[in-house]
């Protein structure tokens, strides 16, 4: 029996009472997207470093990143959170089209 997607194949197991946790969580790793996750991971890694800090969140706005203390304010860390919700939908849509 073949499936669209892992999450059909999940919904199969649980439905038929199959209790076997093998078959329930290699259909739920088949129903992860790799690739969107390790992109929006490296994206979340890039957005929270010193640099994109001072090179960049200093330049959108000056009330973004204190530097007198090092530190971001709560509106750099909306922007920052804001750049990466715009960077998964900008991902899931190139990943349903195909492109990646």
């Not at 029996?1 to 194949?9: L, Q």
């Not at 088949?30 to 969107?36: L, N, Q, T």
Request: charged share 15%; proline share 0%; with cysteine.
């Amino acid at each position: 029996m073949e499936y669209e997607s892992g999450v059909e194949e999940l919904s199969y197991v649980i439905n038929n009472n199959s209790e076997d946790l093998f078959h329930a969580s290699s259909a739920m790793y088949d129903a992860i997207k790799i690739k969107v996750a390790f992109l929006i991971f490296v994206t979340y890694i890039l957005l929270n470093t010193d640099m994109f800090a001072e090179n960049i969140l200093s330049k959108i706005n000056n009330k973004c990143y204190d530097m007198s203390s090092d530190k971001i304010t709560s509106s750099g860390i909306i922007i920052s959170a804001m750049m990466l919700s715009l960077f998964y939908i900008i991902v899931d849509l190139l990943s349903n089209c195909g492109c990646i």
